[in-house]
């Protein structure tokens, strides 16, 4: 197949790059690099891998055939949705607007990369695909949560109105290699303070609840979904839940840290709880998670040791 992928240059976009080559296939990437780095896909030197620096809220033309679009462009971080809050609210509607405008045009089948924030901050747990969630849309995180649930209303309405051979996946907290270092997240703040004996900063009292999956799990999933013909919102996501403050004495733990824990505040309308229920994922696509987080926090923790010791 010839895929464009958007966002390729990202954390998420260049695994699949890798992935989808690795299957045989042609890649065109588009990233306008404002969170995506040239450094997550420099190490790509294949005839069937072409790059763009492109902004994709602008329209979008590609030469020749396109065969599948995947729809991975925006800030996915809190701190880096309040520092672009318009381009995160325009590459999930414009951006989604432009990517189906070309599906059409090129009869290319197409993959949204949603997320478990069109869930809010659920108050159910775990969180199916029917739950319609629990979101603010004029706080902090609204600019990232309202975007990502137009687009997912779009994408439906292009599948029908348009016939578009459409897919949705709802990823839940996703880490491993390549994860920004001062992105805010909580893997790529936690791992590089263990790491230089800084304390390990926990949002609130760290009761908070997150699901980590790791990378190589969540494009296997995906790559099973593209291939799939399921037009409803699938969740892919570790179900193995955790507390944030379980999560920063584990990594001391691994990282045989001397670090300390500091509590700084919880962040407005952090959601308190986050678990997929991947039963659908199971049943239409056959996937779980089989990486255990012990051994892919560890490859994350090595490469976090890379990429420190170079800067
Ligand atoms: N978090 C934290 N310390 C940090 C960064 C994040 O305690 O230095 C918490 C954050 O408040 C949230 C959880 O870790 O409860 C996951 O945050 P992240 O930004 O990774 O993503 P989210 O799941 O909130 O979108």
């Not at 030469?63 to 729809?71: A, R």
């Not at 509607?93 to 990517?99: E, I, P, S």
């Not at 699901?211 to 969540?218: E, M, R, T």
């Not at 494009?219 to 919102?233: A, F, N, Q, R």
Request: net charge neutral; charged share 20%.
């Amino acid at each position: 197949m010839r895929i464009l992928i958007t966002g390729g240059a990202g954390f998420l976009g260049s695994h699949l790059c890798d992935y989808l080559l690795s299957m045989g296939n042609e890649v065109i990437c588009m990233d306008n690099l404002i969170t995506g780095s040239i450094d997550n896909i420099a190490h790509i030197h294949n005839e069937r891998f072409k790059f763009y620096k492109y902004d994709v809220t602008e329209f979008i033309y590609v030469d020749g055939e396109i065969n599948f679009i995947l729809h991975f462009a925006s800030p996915a971080s809190p701190i880096d949705y309040a520092r672009y809050p318009i381009q995160t609210l325009k590459v999930g509607a414009l951006g989604t607007h432009k990517t189906l405008g070309l599906a059409k045009h090129k009869k290319a089948s197409y993959l949204l990369a949603s997320t478990s924030e069109v869930y809010g901050d659920p108050l159910i747990s775990p969180q199916p695909e029917d739950y319609w969630g629990n979101v603010n849309p004029v706080g902090p995180r609204g600019v990232y949560d309202e975007a990502k649930r137009f687009g997912e209303a779009l994408v439906m309405a292009y599948h029908s109105v348009h016939k578009i051979d459409t897919r949705i996946v709802r990823i839940f907290n996703t880490y491993g290699e390549r994860m920004r270092l001062n992105d805010g997240r909580v893997v790529p703040a936690f791992i590089p303070q263990a790491l230089t004996g800084e304390p390990l900063t926990v949002f609130g009292d760290g009761s908070q609840t997150r699901s980590f999956c790791y990378v190589a799990d969540l494009v296997e999933g995906i790559y099973k979904l593209m291939c799939s013909d399921c037009h409803t919102p699938v969740n892919l996501g570790n179900p193995e839940e955790m507390t944030v403050l379980e999560f920063a004495n584990k990594i001391i733990e691994i990282t045989g840290s001397s670090s300390e824990i500091v509590y700084k505040p919880l962040p407005q309308d952090d959601p308190k709880q986050r678990r997929p229920d991947i039963t659908k994922a199971k049943q239409l696509l056959d996937w779980q998670p089989k990486v255990s987080f012990e051994e892919g926090i560890t490859k994350t923790i090595n490469w976090f040791k890379q990429r420190l010791n170079k800067i």
